[in-house]
């Protein structure tokens, strides 16, 4: 008689693929979003308050607008997405992603330092506000996800 081990050996032929699916393609779909909304004048506005008091993006205020620094990120999101979904093809192209889309991430948690608003006042840390803080506190988790991913594709490379 079978026992749970190998009944949880037999879900996990099933599952480990298809989880490791769902966390490139989430991942993916994420930059799809959010790199297409930066062409519209609501994200490229919302941006504001987190580029122009960090002191590793604002200059890049003096090199574009507001929508031509959105726009360029736009790029740079769907690229990251792009690389993460070839994947499918080869994964030298998602350990870039995934690399890329850990340093993206670790700039965005660093809005948390610098960006006013982000912890509630009269409470201080580490109560943090819904927005910004709470926003850009999720950015752990896909830091992580991108590093995992990083990681991942890279041993696929080495293996292969």
């Known amino acids: 008689m079978a026992g749970w081990r190998d009944h949880a050996g037999h879900v996990l032929v099933y599952a480990e693929p298809l989880g490791r ?23 490229a506005q919302g941006l504001v308050p987190l580029v122009e008091n960090s002191p590793l993006l604002s200059w890049f205020y003096a090199l574009f607008s507001v929508r031509g620094f959105s726009t360029f990120l736009g790029f740079v999101e769907l690229g990251i997405g792009l690389l993460i979904a070839l994947r499918l093809a080869n994964p030298i192209f998602s350990a870039a992603g995934g690399l890329l889309s ?4 670790v700039t965005t948690i660093s809005f948390m330092i ?12 580490p109560a943090i506000t819904v927005a910004p803080g709470q926003f850009l506190l999720k950015d752990v ?12 594709s890279l041993k696929a490379v080495v293996r292969s």
Do not use: N, Q, R
């Not at 994420?30 to 930066?38: C, E, L």
């Not at 850990?102 to 991430?105: H, M, R």
């Not at 988790?141 to 991942?152: E, M, T």
């Open 21 to 43: 699916f769902g966390l490139y393609a989430s991942l993916a779909i994420v930059y799809a979003w959010f790199g297409g909304m930066k062409f519209t004048d609501y994200e």
């Open 102 to 105: 850990a340093g993206l991430f």
């Open 114 to 125: 610098s960006t006013p608003g982000v912890f509630v006042a009269e409470l201080g840390p």
């Open 141 to 152: 988790g896909l830091l992580a996800l991108s590093f995992w991913i990083f990681v991942d």
